[in-house]
């Protein structure tokens, strides 16, 4: 199993950017499907996008679908979320997860799919 620790988030301006990384420690990461979750204050925890273990494959909500941008580095250990164009109802904890195994569409935005998770970073965009 591997441990998740999320960086890079702050407080920036609509139409800005933000690249948040998530370390993960264990030497079977590269094994694991990665995926970025957020949450709002009062709000569900809810998908934002997922890569999988090659980096070939990855998908995304639509709400950030053209702006968001998820990679991996597996000689690092490590997966990034590059996010453009952020607009304020971004605002939300990030969180990375880890999953073991494939998924269809539909069940790996859900967040039982995932067994480990980061502690999140903290994203605030202001207008």
């Known amino acids: 199993q591997v441990q998740l620790v999320e960086s890079g988030g702050g407080l920036v301006q609509a139409g800005g950017s933000l690249r948040l990384s998530c370390a993960a420690s264990?030497?079977?990461?590269?094994?694991?499907?990665m995926a970025w979750f957020r949450q709002a204050p009062g709000k569900e925890r809810e998908f934002v996008a997922r890569?999988?273990?090659?980096?070939?494959?990855?998908y995304y909500a639509e709400s950030v679908k053209g702006r968001f941008t998820i990679s991996r580095d597996n000689a690092k250990n490590t997966v990034y979320l590059q996010m453009n164009s952020l607009k304020p109802e971004d605002t939300a904890v990030y969180y990375c997860?880890?999953?073991?195994?494939?998924?269809?569409?539909?069940?790996?935005?859900?967040?039982?799919?995932?067994?480990?998770w980061g502690q999140g970073t903290q994203v605030t965009v202001s207008s």
């Open positions: 997860a880890a999953d073991p195994y494939p998924r269809t569409s539909s069940s790996q935005i859900s967040t039982s799919a995932y067994e480990t």
């Open positions: 264990g030497r079977t990461f590269s094994s694991y499907n």
């Open positions: 890569i999988n273990w090659t980096g070939i494959s990855t």
